[in-house]
């Protein structure tokens, strides 16, 4: 029996990274289960309909066809045992990306909200270039001033259009996952963010390079988010595929699902949202962070963003006594979390 191996504990960002540096570096993976593949290439009995297998040392995907059978004619294949026509593609999450963020009150002239800027980089440690990276946006309010770097395209998208076909998400995950994992994921799927990408391959953010600011203004106040970045898309499914083989595939197509999510700050909260309900939301995706190991549980910042939180969200403490609150930041990350806790609270 060939076991499903959970990419999420299996496979560590950055090629170079440790399970620590891995936290370091704020970021996370979430594929789903794959078989491994065998060593011999002899796929059993019970995974004959699998064609997507992992090969987990050589971070790889691999499409494995029944013998008799090609990328032409995928399914021709009845024979049970025996040697099949392989292809291998590189994980999407080969990428090392490092994500700054700043956030401040737009001044005169700039527009009504705050103006988030974000520089990207592709550490040395990544195996694959940067095509493309996405931010969760919540609420309704306008997404002005957006800034690209060179060759970079943005689009806010905000969902499916009315009548639209949105085949994708559930039936692939539905395959791969399971009803229980469909109806999870279909909960947390964005319905909004905005994207940047690049129309061609030779622009792509290669491995050491890092890229001018990315930016927008906004009046939706900042708070913890997570940001998606992904590396180029290594293998596709064909037109004469059948329904079966393509859902396994594209159960690794989904932005949530085949890229490395990092943690960061970016438009949550609507212009006129509760202090405290806000508090909440910080409070509960900091303890979040330490659970992950992505903010470390004993650091002076931690404890004290903690505490005080819980006393805004339970009504205790002022939200305007944030303006002297005499936390000490230890990282960029914790100087980021702290700017957005005395810009969405503390005004």
């Known amino acids: 029996m060939i076991s499903l191996v959970p990419l999420a504990f299996a496979f ?18 979430e594929l789903p289960p794959v078989p491994a593949y065998p060593a011999d290439g002899v796929i059993p009995e019970e995974l004959w309909k699998r064609v997507v297998f992992l090969d987990e040392e050589a971070g790889e995907l691999i499409l494995s066809f029944p013998p008799d059978s090609d990328e032409e004619n995928p399914a021709s294949g009845e024979e049970i045992g025996g040697p099949r026509v392989t292809a291998r593609a590189p994980l999407a999450i080969g990428i090392c990306p490092s994500l700054s963020a700043a956030v401040r ?35 309704g309010e306008a997404i002005e001033n957006v800034l690209n770097p060179p060759r970079w395209v943005a689009e806010d998208w905000g969902g499916p259009r009315a009548g639209e076909d949105m085949r994708n998400a559930l039936e692939a995950l539905t395959y791969t996952w399971g009803d229980a994992h469909r109806r999870k994921m279909s909960r947390s799927m964005l319905r909004r963010r905005l994207r940047w990408y690049l129309h061609f391959s030779r622009d792509r953010l290669q ?35 059948t329904e ?5 595939l594209w159960a690794f197509h989904f932005i949530e699902n085949n890229s490395l999510s990092i943690s960061t700050i970016g438009p949550k909260f609507a212009p006129d949202a509760d202090k405290a309900a806000m508090a909440s939301d910080f409070l509960e995706n900091i303890e979040g962070l330490v659970e ?19 006393s805004i969200a339970d009504g205790g403490l002022k939200a305007a006594d944030l303006a002297a609150w ?13 700017s957005a806790i005395r810009l969405s609270l503390g005004e």
């Open 12 to 29: 560590l960002p950055c090629a170079a990274a440790d399970e620590a540096a891995a936290a370091r570096l704020r970021l996370q993976v």
């Open 105 to 139: 009150r737009a001044d005169e002239g700039e527009g009504r909200g705050y103006v988030y800027r974000y520089r990207l980089a592709n550490r040395r440690e990544a195996g694959l270039p940067i095509s493309k990276w996405v931010m969760r946006v919540a609420g």
């Open 207 to 241: 491995p050491g390079d890092a890229l001018p600011p990315f930016g927008f203004t906004t009046e939706t106040r900042p708070g913890i988010v997570r940001a998606y970045v992904q590396g180029p898309r290594g293998i596709s499914s064909q037109s004469n595929w």
């Open 244 to 248: 079966a083989l393509r859902d396994q």
């Open 292 to 310: 992950s190991g992505e903010l470390p549980a004993p650091a002076p910042f931690v404890r004290e963003a903690v505490r005080l939180l819980q």
């Open 326 to 338: 005499p936390a000490r930041p230890a990282t960029d990350f914790e100087a980021a979390i702290l």
